[in-house]
Antibody, heavy 118, light 110 residues
Framework: QVQLQESGPGLVKPSETLSLTCTVS????????WSWIRQPPGKGLEWIGY???????NCDPSLKSRVTMSVDTSKNHFSLNLTSVTAADTAVYYC????????????WGQGTTVTVSS | QSVLTQPPSASGTPGQRVTISCSGS????????VYWYQQLPGTAPKLLIY???QRPSGVPDRFSGSKSGTSASLAISGLRSEDEADYYC???????????FGGGTKLTVL
């Protein structure tokens, strides 16, 4: 079955760029939407944005100016860049799959913890 | 402050039926499907209910979802200790053009 695995640095300095990758195994990245969701410590889920395998993207307006997403279909992975990070960006970051933009997120990665600290 | 409003906590004893509410607006719940996710301690969220009341394969029929107007509910019947988890509602928001989540409800099985 399809599995997602997030990867990236666990520690990022304030004002720097957070870069994460989600690798898709057991299935193709094509024909699906792929979202990033984060969960600050002790808090709820926050949607960051999604990208379609073709490369089109959509982000939460509050993060739009700092978010870049990309996809590499040859490597079956997609990536998130979040610039100018602060302590408020400390969270567990998840990637998830959905069949349509507004459809169910039926497969989730296990999550990766990112701490923003000097 | 989450766009969708859930009670922060809920509880019940084994065998009981509990419900968790999720309140939104016309731009999200009122005009789109509601989804529920279960997050067991230390794990990633898992899809529990989709399209208001549909269960993915493998989800017990003890879990059910409903929607009325701009509110939705998750019901868990025959409560079991393994149901102790955080539960989140989610919906597409037409005004935002993206996903919104509830703040989550921590379910305790007494």
């Amino acid at each position: 079955q399809v599995q997602l695995q997030e990867s990236g640095p666990g520690l990022v300095k304030p004002s720097e760029t957070l870069s994460l990758t989600c690798t898709v195994s057991g299935g193709s990245i094509s024909s699906y939407y792929w979202s990033w969701i984060r969960q600050p410590p002790g808090k709820g889920l926050e949607w960051i944005g999604y990208m379609y395998y073709s490369g089109s993207t959509n982000c939460d307006p509050s993060l739009k100016s700092r978010v870049t997403m990309s996809v590499d279909t040859s490597k079956n992975h997609f990536s998130l860049n979040l610039t100018s990070v602060t302590a408020a960006d400390t969270a567990v970051y998840y990637c998830a799959r959905h069949g349509t933009a507004a459809g169910r997120m039926d497969v989730w990665g296990q999550g990766t913890t990112v701490t923003v600290s000097s | 402050q989450s766009v969708l409003t859930q009670p922060p906590s809920a509880s019940g004893t084994p065998g009981q039926r509990v419900t968790i509410s999720c309140s939104g607006s016309s731009s999200n719940i009122g005009n789109n499907y509601v989804y529920w996710y279960q997050q067991l301690p230390g794990t990633a969220p898992k899809l529990l209910i989709y399209r208001n009341n549909q269960r993915p394969s493998g989800v017990p029929d003890r879990f059910s979802g409903s929607k009325s107007g701009t509110s939705a509910s998750l019901a868990i019947s025959g409560l079991r200790s393994e149901d102790e988890a955080d539960y989140y509602c989610a919906a597409w928001d037409d005004s935002l053009g993206g996903w919104v989540f509830g703040g989550g409800t921590k379910l305790t099985v007494l």
